[in-house]
């Protein structure tokens, strides 16, 4: 059987043409994901979740003690709810930075053995 002249130019172009195409793909980067286990909202702890209850007032016949003593623990309850916001920006703040690390390319060559 014999081939016309550009069916056979056809065939040995996507015969030479085939094998580049596959070697170009061989050495492209691989895209990396991220991994499902960067889960921000898992890291903030169970008691973090629970609202501050607020200081029961004192009854109306109190004394300046019972307001002080009111007071001063209406004070400390505002200082945990403070600082359980500052505790969830600065946990959000670390899974960012590792989902940032794990999300940075790989050193690749012989640059991953430097010292510095």
Same mark, same amino acid.
Request: charged share 20%; hydrophobic share 45%; glycine share 4%.
């Given at each position: 059987m014999t081939l016309k002249p550009l069916q056979a130019l056809a065939r %040995?172009?996507? +015969? &030479? *043409?085939?094998? $580049?195409? !596959?070697? +170009?793909?061989?050495?492209?980067?691989? &895209?990396?994901? &991220?991994? *499902? %286990?960067?889960?921000?909202?898992? $890291? &903030?702890?169970?008691?973090?979740?629970?609202? !501050?209850?607020?200081?029961?007032?004192?009854?109306?016949?109190?004394?300046?003690? %019972? $307001?002080w003593i009111a007071l001063d623990d209406q004070t400390a309850r505002l200082d945990l709810a403070n600082g359980r916001a500052a505790d969830g920006l600065s946990i959000l703040q670390r899974c960012e930075d590792e989902r940032a690390s794990a999300a940075a390319p790989a050193p690749r060559g012989l640059s991953r053995f430097r010292p510095f």
């Amino acid at each position: 059987m014999t081939l016309k002249p550009l069916q056979a130019l056809a065939r %040995a172009l996507t +015969a &030479i *043409s085939t094998p $580049l195409a !596959v070697a +170009a793909c061989v050495h492209t980067p691989s &895209i990396e994901t &991220i991994p *499902s %286990a960067f889960r921000c909202a898992a $890291l &903030i702890p169970d008691n973090d979740r629970q609202p !501050v209850a607020p200081t029961p007032l004192p009854s109306p016949e109190a004394t300046a003690g %019972a $307001l002080w003593i009111a007071l001063d623990d209406q004070t400390a309850r505002l200082d945990l709810a403070n600082g359980r916001a500052a505790d969830g920006l600065s946990i959000l703040q670390r899974c960012e930075d590792e989902r940032a690390s794990a999300a940075a390319p790989a050193p690749r060559g012989l640059s991953r053995f430097r010292p510095f």
